[in-house]
């Protein structure tokens, strides 16, 4: 692919959001720290309700001042991957407690230049990890989910 | 969550995916090696025919011993988890070359034991990562997927 | 409900569908043949191609005349019957042999007026019963669905 | 089909979803009582709220003892035949109250050996038949829905 | 096509939801107003809760006598009418408060008779326009749908 | 809304594609014309492949210069807002003749800036208009659908 190899915004994304401090002998994913252009932060949400992930995931971006929230342009490139990887995540029907079940995930988000022609300009990443299953502690398995956009 | 750390059959599976020998420095997802109960293979696979994604990894289940394709009970399980996974790859409609776009895949799979109750029994994890775009080299961007059964 | 229970059309396409001659012991419908008021037919179909189940079904009910295909009217009440019918069979997405299965499905078409209100008119009925599945024989199980149009 | 003609699990689940007491002449889907290796139940539900549906049909698969909710296996295997039955059900969108109507379902969950193989093991069907239509008596049609899952 | 070209019933709808009086030198309609044979209404709503949007419609539809409402035919042919328009303004999830977005819809419905043909009988189109975003004034864009159904 | 009325892109795109030449007394949408800053092309597609359409409006797109297919972003943009079109038109299933159906369509695409704030850039709208059936002429209805991207 045209993607520069270490430039693999979706890896990096995933990667993040695969990562747990707590988890011994597990690294920091090397690329992201060598890369300065590339701006990410993590985070986590865990709901019944789809849209508390959709916006805990947006208020972390304006924070961490991955987008500008002043922008719609902005905003709504975020939106698109968001729902994206909630598609990954859901597999079928973007619904949580609707169809009584609960998320507990891990989020990144990632933005930069990933392609080697300057004038593709910057793209976001979304990339999600974490559980779903029924209400009920333990009664889960894994999900994830990623979303790339233009930005 | 009550999956024990080293076990995440769903994280191990999509590290196996994004894994690429040919990126300098990247290691072989270390715990996959360490736990002999699980069984796992790695496959790539390209298509604008999401059957023949669906084929591939089936293929390389059984020829691989993954699933024993003598049973449907197994085959179900595994299609489920294909089909999961795929609906993260493509987020929202399983279709690729019938909405005039492609793919090219790696898939991992594996199975095995992921909760520390012994009665819980085993699971499935289809994990895939790669590309997805028009069919023009180039002209794509990456995506990602996993699913999740009981076997 | 305000459907007068001798004449719940969707439970007697559901019952003509899952009839099966071949099964000793299994009697026809009962009500179905009391109800003279009713136009009803039956018939089977196979494929991996989804329009080829929409087209046999259609074809049957232009050819034993529970609707006239010379009005776009009914056409149109009967494929959406069909397309809800579908649903129920394919749960999630209506393909077959783009996501590689098949089917071997029972259809029953019935036409008659199910409400108490001679005023709410004609309305039509489609249901499937039968197998969905790899395209190996045996690894399959089975799958219904049913629609149900105002005509 | 490889399935024995007298176990077939959807038929039953069907059959005893459709099956009315108050209706003269119609005798209880005779096939169940003589299986005895199948576990079975019967219910009724009527809810704008799909998640009242799904736990609805959970909480009488545990408190018949059809499922053992203490582990996360079986528990998995019944969500995933009901948010199939739902598909059936609600033919595109897992939506109730959420897009204006509501639901009135007999359910019926059957759990057994459907396959002459005994190496298939265990199979849990979840069927469902009623009513959905505008939150207002009578205005209203027939709906139903299968799902089926390896257990 | 054999619609009638000034019988257009799906164009006339979603012109008259464009129309907007505010805006200087746009005139309405001029068809509708010709065709003593149509019946119409026009409304607004804005809403987080999509159940609301399908609310205001069928009042409005009902009130201004576009529907008899005492019939669940007429109720259901709008219904689904309203749903599909729907689709065409969330694109892929019938659903907006419960994925953060929001709607703020002028909405049009139509009954007559659109075809040559006078036995092709009554059809009912329901065409929405305005804006669909975050809920945060000025972050949205515009959508619209269009729904047309046999009454 | 903040969209300055005379530059709402979504509903000129929608004009421009309900827009017919040989109907008497329809004029060309004004707007257009005045608004030297947008960019819009016009074109018709009849195809039971949705990936026909797809690749009727990606081919018009480019020959009239309203984006540069030699970048990937702008192909990303332009392929999201056909796709989101294309739901509007198929209402559930972005299928044709796979659901035995055709369609013959009127495109508009149109690119330029619609906000106030020039710092919201350029977005692109895709606008469908025409009608959707049985392969067999007459035997269809009007569809359409928009989608909006910013690009």
Redesign the interface.
Known sequence: ???R??H????LA??LA?F?E??E?ESFP?ALAEKSGYQFCKGKVGSM???KV??AI?TAAKKEQIIDGS???E???L??AI??A????T?????L?????TV?LNFAIIRGK??D?E???E?I?VAL?G?I??PV????????????N?I
């Open positions: 692919m045209s993607l190899i270490e693999r915004i979706g890896k995933m990667q695969l747990e707590e988890v002998g090397f309700d789809a849209h959709v916006a947006e922008f719609y342009r905003t709504h490139a939106y698109h729902i994206e909630m598609q990954g995540v597999r079928g029907q973007v619904q407690g609707t169809v009584l079940r507990g990933p392609y022609n004038r593709e300009g793209w990443a990890y559980t299953g029924a502690r333990g009664l889960e398995h894994e999900t994830l989910g990623l979303g790339i233009h």
